[in-house]
């Protein structure tokens, strides 16, 4: 569990720079026609020229700098000889280690127009995402933040993904504590000023199931709806948190 002081929010504020500028360049390239494998090379180069390592690129074998999940793929896409669609929903997720710390986040878009149900979720995902944003301050509980998204998400007739949660981050991509998109409030750790997480929701269309494809990483929804994920890297703080891939 990584608490920052002001020299350790200075450094890791420089990662959450380099993952926005990425995740922002990688948006722009996405079109129909566009190989997941070329964004994944973008990604890599422009990381490594601001003197970063991709925080993903061979966690636990992983091989890929990136994650990029398309319509009913939830998270962990891995980039290859996929090309992109008009009207897919494409989900982009970036992490990067600079000066001992990393950020990881994660944006969602369509391509094109989509479908109106698309649209929506898209929508109530980014929505959910700053509603538990909102909660992380120093006081609150883990549960506080859970229930902000759950709440939301299912107020808006989309389900949260259970199987799959947020995270402490800092000198680990990975840390504690967990930090789930569903729960209740007054429950769960109490958060600290300086506490670092990254805050995530996973939203379906459809069922909150999710099953794994045979490559091991893919997480697909189980009745095959759409589904979208949105992440910022975030700080707790005695009022307004920080969010550090904004």
Known sequence: MSILGPAELLLMRESGRIVRRVLDELRAASEPGTLTAD???????????????????????????????????????????????????????????????????????????????ARRLLEATYAARDRGIEAAVAGNRLGDVGAA???????????????????????????PPQVPNFGRRNSGMILEEGLAIAIEPMVNVGTFRVRFLSDGWTVVTQDGSLSAHAEHTVVVTAGTPIVLTA
């Open 39 to 117: 964004l994944d090379r973008m990604a890599r180069e422009m990381i490594e020229t601001e003197g970063g390592t991709p925080s993903f690129l061979g966690l636990r074998g992983y091989p890929a700098s990136i994650c990029c999940s398309i319509n009913e793929q939830v998270v962990h896409g891995i980039p290859g000889d996929r090309t992109l669609s008009e009207g897919d929903l494409v989900s982009i997720d970036v992490g990067v280690l600079k000066n001992g710390f990393h950020a990881d986040a994660a944006d969602s878009f369509i391509l094109g127009e989509g479908s109106g149900t």
């Open 149 to 175: 998204i759950q709440e939301f998400v299912e107020a808006e007739g989309f389900s949260v993904v259970r199987d799959l949660v947020g995270h402490g981050i800092g000198q680990k991509l990975h840390e």
